[in-house]
T-cell receptor
Framework: GAVVSQHPSRVICKSGTSVKIECRSLDFQATTMFWYRQFPKQSLMLMATSNEGSKATYEQGVEKDKFLINHASLTLSTLTVTSAHPEDSSFYIC????????????FGQGTRLTVV | AQKITQTQPGMFVQEKEAVTLDCTYDTSDPSYGLFWYKQPSSGEMIFLIYQGSYDQQNATEGRYSLNFQKARKSANLVISASQLGDSAMYFCAMRELQGGFQKLVFGTGTRLLVSP
């Protein structure tokens, strides 16, 4: 099946700094990718839909200036957590749907962000 | 309103036994898709099985089968011949059209523990 690669898998950063997370589709072109956030022992919550060549669509309650999304190519979407704070510590995971009529969304491995 | 409901926070099953994980959904869209994902402790989301709303037969994938009861709006996952490696979180999800995009909405998950 299609492969989505997410990097880094773990990151620890200081409060106030910015962190960039990459999501790549390795063997297919993804015009749309999705970014989720998962708090411990909770479900995945959709943050935003990333569209190649256009602005991302954010879910209600998600700060656009806080979570910057760039989908500059058909195989790469990035999520930048700006001015990170301890409450931003979470598990972030991206997904992309294969354009070949596949029914499942392929997920990256996820990134565990810890802000200290 | 909760669109995907998983009422079992945790389930226990003995190795080689079958187990059913419950999932009910709510949608007014006649066209939708239902998914089950497995999330081990590493965090990755592993696609297990898919059921389309128009599919006449229940989906099966190896030891996984989906008991789709459309009138009851339920899509329970049945795992046959449980293995120790099946211990993980299991999420039910529904794909529906929102704002021009097909998005996945996840339930709260069920933690399955398989004992020897």
């Amino acid at each position: 099946g299609a492969v989505v690669s997410q990097h880094p898998s773990r990151v620890i950063c200081k409060s106030g700094t910015s962190v960039k997370i990459e999501c790549r589709s390795l063997d297919f072109q993804a015009t749309t990718m999705f970014w989720y956030r998962q708090f411990p022992k909770q479900s995945l919550m959709l943050m935003a839909t990333s569209n190649e060549g256009s602005k991302a669509t954010y879910e209600q309650g998600v700060e656009k200036d806080k979570f910057l999304i760039n989908h500059a190519s058909l195989t790469l979407s990035t999520l930048t957590v700006t001015s990170a704070h301890p409450e931003d510590s979470s598990f972030y995971i991206c997904s992309a749907r294969s354009p070949q009529g596949g029914t499942e969304a392929f997920f990256g491995q996820g990134t565990r962000l810890t802000v200290v | 309103a909760q669109k995907i409901t998983q009422t079992q926070p945790g389930m226990f099953v003995q190795e080689k036994e079958a187990v059913t994980l419950d999932c009910t959904y709510d949608t007014s869209d006649p066209s939708y898709g239902l998914f089950w994902y497995k999330q081990p402790s590493s965090g990755e989301m592993i696609f297990l099985i898919y059921q389309g709303s128009y599919d006449q037969q229940n989906a099966t994938e190896g030891r996984y089968s989906l008991n789709f009861q459309k009138a009851r709006k339920s899509a329970n996952l049945v795992i046959s011949a449980s293995q120790l490696g099946d211990s993980a979180m299991y999420f039910c999800a529904m794909r529906e059209l929102q704002g021009g995009f097909q998005k996945l909405v996840f339930g709260t998950g069920t933690r399955l523990l398989v004992s020897p």
